[in-house]
């Protein structure tokens, strides 16, 4: 007896400290396959899982494969080839976008249209070109609007277009895509239409150099004129800098340049001590909130890959805050009072993205340690036997019965990239779209 309690309580100190060993990126591929492996159970072939009830989901009345064209090119770079193989047949031999459904064009873009640009680059299969000019075909007539700023929702089948007040993240991130598109198909249509797009946004900014929240892209009128860097507006910014780097295209370059000297004066705020970036009225500069969330937390990498470190730096820290403020990030938070504003936390890659994005520019293993904690905090509150779930509330940690295909693409992804060798991916010879998908300059001009 003395002995089997004398093993019990060796077991129990020696429990906390295997658990706080070092992150690994074997780690991180684990948890992909214990959530890929649930998918597979329980959804294949459907465009995402529920993992409480461990049932399929579909966005429309039939499936886009969004999930395995989400994480098809995660388990390229994880080198997970059994998987990789499945995947692409499920997907070659399944997807058509001939179908009676309409789509919000952004999300399609991104996540649908983006990662098959990535998966023909990566495996050279010309059939994910294929299907990449097919869905770009039917995503063109959003651009057939009196501005050129584009609706939101378009039919696969008619064409037809609706929702005529978008946003400029929407509006804005579709350069890399369409832009890579036209570079792979010689075809300069969809980057003539999707840079177009990001110059009248430019166009209707403020004499201060700032962005609204929503606008009419029939009249070109604003319609909510709140500026900030977070969702509707975020990628915007992204793009117009990944854009350049991307294709060296100069006006892309010149609208970065006037965009963040707006947005670094005008939004960002010092309270603490701490750089936050908060929401004005885009036409006086007037704060109007002290709101900040996850979707800000993109933040540091695109200005760390600006140039600008310090900033970079500075913003992290406080992302790190904002996480640890209940163990895990909620979507919103009054940065002036450190409280949740919405308690939500649905799987989100951004402040992960950022301390990737920095530990390559600075080599700080600081960085890494910040990986490890959001690691963690996925386990410990996310978890589930099926997969990852999102959570209701991060102050009760109570689960909701949603895994997003983003789980795969971005948050996994960014976690293995942060803890794998360089040589994985090497950093400067990809631009990752907002859904992580590697793009490479493959073309001469």
């Keep these: 007896m003395k002995t089997i309690l004398t093993l019990f309580f060796c077991l129990l100190v020696t429990l906390p400290a295997l658990s706080q060993q070092p992150v690994t990126a074997e780690d991180v591929k684990r948890e992909f396959l214990h959530s890929w492996n649930a998918y597979k159970q329980y959804a294949w072939g459907y465009d995402a899982l529920k993992p409480l009830s461990k049932q399929p989901h579909d966005w429309h009345s039939v499936s886009l494969y969004m999930t395995p064209i989400d994480a098809y090119d995660t388990m390229l770079l994880m080198g997970l080839k059994d998987e990789a193989a499945e995947t692409k047949k499920l997907i070659l031999d399944n997807l058509s976008f001939d179908k009676n459904i309409e789509v919000q064009a952004f999300e399609i873009i991104i996540r649908v249209l983006g990662g098959l640009l990535s998966a023909y680059q990566m495996d050279g299969d010309p059939r994910f070109l294929a299907l990449a000019k097919d869905l770009g075909d039917r995503l063109m007539p959003i651009y057939d609007s009196p501005t050129g700023l584009p609706f939101r929702y378009v039919h696969l089948q008619t064409g037809a277009i609706r929702d005529s007040v978008n946003n400029p993240a ?118 109007t909130s002290t709101r900040f969330g996850s979707l800000e937390a993109f933040f540091p990498a695109v200005l760390a890959m600006g140039g600008d470190l310090e900033r970079a730096k500075q913003l992290q820290e406080s992302c790190y805050k904002m996480w640890n403020l209940h163990g895990i990030e909620p979507e919103g938070i009054d940065y002036a009072t450190m409280t949740a504003t919405s308690k939500v936390y649905v799987l989100r890659p951004e402040i992960i993205e950022s301390a990737y994005y920095l530990y390559y520019y600075t080599g700080d293993e600081k960085y890494r340690k910040m990986g490890e904690t959001f690691f963690r905090s996925l386990v410990q509150y996310c978890r589930t036997d099926a997969g990852y779930a999102e959570l209701e509330d991060v102050t009760t940690k109570q689960k909701r019965d949603a895994m997003e295909s983003f789980f795969f693409a971005e948050t996994l992804k960014y976690l293995y990239l942060l803890f794998a060798p360089r040589e994985t991916l090497p950093f400067e010879s990809v631009i990752f779209n907002t859904e992580a998908h590697p793009v490479r300059k493959t073309w001469k001009k």
């Design 170 to 287: 929407e509006i804005g991130t579709a350069l890399i895509e369409f832009g890579t598109l036209s570079k792979l198909t010689g075809n300069p249509v969809y980057y003539d239409n999707a840079k177009q797009a990001l110059i009248q946004v430019f166009n209707r900014r403020s004499r201060i150099g700032l962005v609204g929240t929503w606008v009419n892209v029939v009249t070109g009128e604003w319609t909510n004129k709140s500026s900030h860097v977070g969702g509707a507006i975020d990628s915007y910014y992204e793009y117009l800098l990944k854009a350049w780097k991307l294709f060296g295209d100069e006006d892309c370059k010149k609208m970065w340049d006037v965009s963040i000297a707006a947005v670094n004066t005008h939004l960002a705020d010092t309270v603490r001590g701490e750089l936050w970036y908060g929401r004005v009225e885009m036409n006086t500069g007037k704060r």
